[in-house]
């Protein structure tokens, strides 16, 4: 099982207390990763948290000019209720804080 998988309402709810008081996610597709190591034949999706919409669209854009593999890139509201992709078995959903990517993005750090 990879770190951040998440594949059940508990997975999502144990990204989300991570999160803290974070509002919003970006979701992505890693065209690199996907279809081979821990996404062996499956999509490798992620879920980044970031505190606002604001911090959102920051990051989006530096993934369009820094991350190339990363496609389908869009963002949403963090909510109780968990993406109906993470109980889709051709799918590998991560939850992900990346503090270095928030960094490079100019985004505000996470907050506890």
Known sequence: MVQNEICSKADWDDFRKRAGKARCFVRMTDSFMSGWGHAK???NVLYVAVMDS?????LISWIHWERKEMKYVNWGYLRDKPPACIYDSNK??????YKNWL???RCKP???
């Open 41 to 43: 034949g499956m999509q």
């Open 54 to 58: 604001e911090d959102a669209y920051k």
């Open 92 to 97: 590998l959903v991560q939850g992900c804080i």
């Open 103 to 105: 960094k490079e993005a």
């Open 110 to 112: 996470i907050e506890a």
